[in-house]
């Protein structure tokens, strides 16, 4: 047991003070082996508060897939949509092919709630594909329609006869043309991603 400083009469190890002589005895400093001894979790400050520290980085994952692909088709349909608009002013529309990757992949990271960019950019690349030929498929059936309107067909029959349409060399020309060039812009989008990617994961 441990004894006062001033009298040396035998003192607790949480006595302030001592028994005895009545002297002010100082505390002993806290042993790691003591089971009280709990050190607080390690603190940092944001805008002058005192935060916990964070743990240790979650890994990256590609979150709700499902829902992501959900989210890829809604949002690459407002590429379509450009892609429509850019078409019936003789501007190449294929220049939105990218912007329709681009919203693609917006939307399946909005939807997922994905922390990985690889799932999104292969999910907005698959749906891109398919959303460039359907915006040229619908754009040629337009064409159908307009032209044959004042015959009395409807736009669901023009849509209908683009199958065979395409069939003939004018059209396959013009439609393989926007197609591939469609394709080739929204692979540069494609290519921008993979190496903003490649760049956060060196980083991180």
């Known amino acids: 047991m441990a004894q ?16 005895n002589c009545g ?8 042993r790691a082996e003591d089971p009280w001894n ?34 890829a088709l809604l949002f690459s349909l407002g590429g379509a949509a450009i892609y429509f608009l850019l078409y019936q002013i003789n501007v190449v529309s294929a220049i939105s092919g990218v912007v329709m990757f681009v919203l693609a992949n917006k939307g399946y990271r909005v ?40 015959e009395g067909i409807d736009l669901t029959d023009a ?3 683009v199958p065979a349409a395409i069939q003939s060399d004018d059209v396959k020309g013009a439609f393989l043309k926007e197609l591939l060039t469609g394709y080739l812009f929204a692979g540069i ?12 994961n060196k980083t991180t």
């Open 111 to 150: 939807f997922s709630r994905a922390t990985s960019q690889k799932a999104g950019i292969v999910t907005a690349a698959l749906v891109t594909l398919v959303m460039i030929f359907a915006a040229e498929y619908f754009c040629i059936g337009w064409e159908i329609w307009k032209a044959w309107r004042s």
């Open 38 to 71: 709990v050190q607080p979790a390690a603190q940092t400050t944001l805008n002058g508060m005192p935060v916990q520290a964070q743990a240790a980085q979650a890994p990256a994952s590609a979150g709700n897939i499902v829902a992501g692909i959900v989210g």
């Open 23 to 30: 002297s002010a005895l100082a505390v002993q400093p806290m």
């Open 159 to 161: 849509l209908r006869v």
């Open 4 to 19: 006062c400083p001033h009298c040396g009469a035998p003192v607790g190890a949480q006595d302030r003070f001592c028994q």
């Open 189 to 200: 989008g494609l290519v921008s991603a993979l190496v903003s990617a490649v760049k956060k």
